[in-house]
T-cell receptor, first 114, second 115 residues
Framework: AQKITQTQPGMFVQEKEAVTLDCTYD???????LFWYKQPSSGEMIFLIY??????QNATEGRYSLNFQKARKSANLVISASQLGDSAMYFC???????????FGTGTSLTVIP | KAGVTQTPRYLIKTRGQQVTLSCSPI?????VSWYQQTPGQGLQFLFE???????NKGNFPGRFSGRQFSNSRSEMNVSTLELGDSALYLC??????????????FGPGTRLTVL
């Protein structure tokens, strides 16, 4: 079974608008972490934001915020005031248990339209 | 601080050959993980090394191996290359976030093409 599901293969957003990228996860471990990464065409994965399973508040990092709904097992990424440089692939990932094995979703390709 | 570095950035090999990829983590990071990224399978975890010991291993055949040195640098080796091994190989090193959860910082990757 997929541990991380991203149902939007591609998304378009107008420059300066906000966009939400969806992510749902599956785990029975009470302790886990959720991450979002951006991958531009150059290939490097850039860490954006992190949410821990015990965190009471949604994580925010500049223009990025994570809409964490634990009961629904969703961790959507919200990008406010989109910029042309935001065009990239976005991956949701989860870490659970010990060690550093991350499970990644299939990604969402975001295109920002001027 | 310098980021994660990977060498070489691009590599072309033929079937049956072997290849070694190198990764230098961010200074002070002791955990190094490797991932394979392909259009068909997405990002898949290969293995993780921590303090020179393999701590976790993904579901890959024994042709894929790795090691970590005392300075935390890591190498990944693929023997008897197959066409399906063509992929972007990403290395990530771990940094302890506040709250006790490691996040991973990735290098630029090595793009391997097997002909």
């Amino acid at each position: 079974a997929q541990k991380i599901t991203q149902t939007q293969p591609g998304m378009f957003v107008q420059e300066k608008e906000a966009v939400t990228l969806d992510c749902t996860y599956d785990t029975s471990d009470p302790s886990y972490g959720l991450f979002w990464y951006k991958q531009p065409s150059s290939g490097e994965m850039i860490f954006l934001i992190y949410q821990g399973s015990y965190d009471q508040q949604n994580a925010t990092e500049g223009r990025y915020s994570l809409n964490f709904q634990k009961a629904r097992k969703s961790a959507n990424l919200v990008i406010s005031a989109s910029q042309l440089g935001d065009s990239a692939m976005y991956f949701c990932a989860m870490k659970q248990g010990t060690g550093n094995q991350f499970y990644f979703g299939t990604g969402t390709s975001l295109t920002v339209i001027p | 601080k310098a980021g994660v570095t990977q060498t070489p950035r691009y590599l072309i090999k033929t079937r049956g050959q072997q290849v070694t990829l190198s990764c230098s983590p961010i200074s002070g990071h002791r955990s190094v993980s490797w991932y394979q990224q392909t259009p068909g399978q997405g990002l898949q975890f290969l293995f993780e090394y921590f303090s020179e010991t393999q701590r976790n291993k993904g579901n890959f055949p024994g042709r894929f191996s790795g090691r970590q040195f005392s300075n935390s640098r890591s190498e990944m080796n693929v023997s008897t290359l197959e066409l399906g091994d063509s992929a972007l190989y990403l290395c990530a090193s771990s940094f302890l976030l506040a709250g006790g959860t490691d996040t991973q910082y990735f290098g630029p990757g090595t793009r391997l093409t097997v002909l």
